[in-house]
């Protein structure tokens, strides 16, 4: 038994090294995509550790769990928010995230109140029939809605870009374009995420792994 091993030893010996190398390899690349980021001055806004720099309102949960911002209903299916403590004016905002369905949530930005504000909306709307990376404003419905469905993916992870430049508003979503609009509802405010009230929605879970920003002008 003793001498199989001892023979089998180069060959666990290899894998081993292999292992390790690809695993410093993934590491490099992940380091050297962050810094490509940075270098194109993109900032994160959360930095995978806690919630500083975050203010909740409503009694939704808000926690940090491997690295990752997660959001789910409250008691008795109790809704909330998730703000930035700063407010951003112009900018180009990237969020990576992931939803345990169903779910109604979205990405708030320029959020000055409940009744000013833009959301990139992370559901599935029956009427009228609209998906993720729909924009909606409050009093205004939807400003622009994405009727592909199959532009999301509801079991992985999904990128939304948003891109706000004065009155100028443009969302992607998996490197597609669902919206592009002007509107002059608000110029600037906190950037948040919503967790819906209803029991239809208990189950709902968003994710969000990854969230950028590159200021283009001015930021509050």
């Known amino acids: 038994m003793l001498r199989k091993f ?51 309102v409503g009694n939704a949960r808000w926690t940090v769990e491997d690295g990752k911002l997660v959001g789910t209903q409250g008691d008795d299916n109790a809704p909330g928010d998730l703000f930035t403590e700063a407010a951003y004016s112009d ?14 949530s979205g990405v708030w930005f320029r959020y000055q109140s409940a009744a000013k504000a833009y959301q990139a909306d992370i559901l599935e709307y029956k009427d009228p029939e609209c998906y993720s990376g729909t924009l909606y404003c409050p009093g205004k419905m939807f400003l622009a809605m994405n ?25 992607w979503l998996n490197d597609r374009q669902v919206a592009d609009i002007h509107d002059d509802t608000s110029d600037s405010g906190r950037i948040g995420f919503q967790v819906h009230p209803g029991a239809e929605f208990g189950p ?6 990854e969230l950028l920003l590159k200021p283009l002008r001015n930021s509050n």
């Not at 900018?91 to 779910?103: E, G, H, I, N, S």
């Not at 999301?152 to 508003?169: K, L, S, Y």
């Not at 709902?204 to 792994?209: D, G, N, P, Q, T």
């Open 204 to 209: 709902m879970k968003i994710i969000v792994r």
């Open 6 to 56: 001892i023979g089998a030893l180069p060959t666990i010996v290899c894998m081993a090294i292999l292992a390790l190398s690809a695993g410093c390899r993934q590491a490099v690349e992940d380091a050297g995509t962050s810094a490509d980021r940075t270098r194109a001055g993109f900032l994160p806004i959360f930095n995978g550790r806690d919630l500083t720099g975050w203010e909740a």
């Open 91 to 104: 900018f180009l905002l990237t969020a990576t995230y992931r939803v345990q369905w169903p779910c109604n």
């Open 147 to 171: 009727t592909d469905k199959t532009l999301v993916d509801r079991d992985g992870w999904n990128t939304m870009q948003v891109r706000a430049e004065a009155d100028h508003i443009q969302i």
